[in-house]
Nanobody, 127 residues
Framework: QVQVAESGGGLVQTGGSLRLSCTVSGLAFADYPMGWFRQSPRKEREHVSCISGNDGDIVWYADSAKGRFTASRDNAKNTLYLQMNSLKPEDTALYYC???????????????????WGPGTQVTVSS
């Protein structure tokens, strides 16, 4: 069974930075493209960024994340990262990670079917 554990969230001021981590077990991590998602109250979960499997040479970003967020992965540690800079109040959300079906430079598919979502990590940006 795939298990994910997100961490690194917190409370920061506008303009601040955070680095999120996601540790994955129960699958051949290196082989899977991975995605970051977020959900704020009264909104549906949305894609933030996705990174291809293996060397992670393909990365997709939502328009809201472009130029501020950087996704990366360390396959030796089964860990996915999201460096978030220049944070804004609208970035406030619960952030999740999950394996996804496909990623290219212009799109990222949904999380794999039957994904067992982790607890997420809360990011709160104060104005």
């Amino acid at each position: 069974q795939v298990q994910v554990a997100e961490s690194g969230g917190g409370l920061v001021q506008t303009g601040g930075s955070l680095r999120l981590s996601c540790t994955v077990s129960g699958l051949a991590f290196a082989d899977y493209p991975m995605g970051w998602f977020r959900q704020s109250p009264r909104k549906e979960r949305e894609h933030v960024s996705c990174i291809s499997g293996n060397d992670g040479d393909i990365v997709w970003y939502a328009d809201s994340a472009k130029g501020r967020f950087t996704a990366s992965r360390d396959n030796a540690k089964n860990t996915l990262y999201l460096q978030m800079n220049s944070l804004k109040p609208e970035d406030t959300a619960l952030y999740y990670c999950a394996p996804v079906g496909h990623v290219s430079s212009w799109m990222c598919s949904d999380a794999l079917p039957d994904t067992a979502w982790g607890p997420g990590t809360q990011v709160t940006v104060s104005s």
